[in-house]
């Protein structure tokens, strides 16, 4: 079992950065492969980015290409997005997802656990 906590999420001026981090209480997450979906209100859930286990490959979508960047931290208990350039768009409730030893995947289907999420909002 893995419990995920998503943290960093909160209200950003539009251009502004969050970073939001996805830990599992100390536990390595370097065979896991990561994914950040996010979901606003009345919308489908959006897989964002991912990394895979050993952050061999990454995958951003569109629309935060360019202003996103997933990484992990050098003890591989942490996986970030760092989120910049932050649209009114990018408003949305984000969780990390994990599953050992996964493909690259932006299918909420092909992750195991989920944490809890944590808000962004993006306004003026």
């Known amino acids: 079992q893995v419990q995920l906590v998503e943290s960093g999420g909160g209200l950003v001026q539009p251009g502004g950065s969050l970073r939001l981090s996805c830990s599992a209480s100390?536990?390595?997450?370097?065979?896991?492969?990561i994914v950040w979906f996010r979901q606003a209100p009345g919308k489908q859930r959006e897989g964002v980015s991912c990394?895979?286990?050993?952050?061999?490959?990454?995958y951003m979508a569109d629309s935060v290409r360019d202003r996103f960047t997933i990484s992990r931290d050098n003890t591989k208990t942490e996986v970030y997005l760092q989120m910049s350039s932050l649209k009114p768009e990018d408003t949305a409730v984000y969780y990390c997802?994990?599953?050992?030893?996964?493909?690259?995947?932006?299918?909420?289907?092909?992750?195991?656990?989920w944490g809890q999420g944590t808000q962004v909002t993006v306004s003026p």
């Open positions: 990394i895979s286990h050993g952050s061999l490959t990454t």
């Open positions: 997802a994990c599953q050992a030893w996964g493909r690259l995947s932006t299918l909420a289907r092909d992750y195991d656990y």
């Open positions: 100390g536990r390595s997450l370097d065979n896991y492969s």
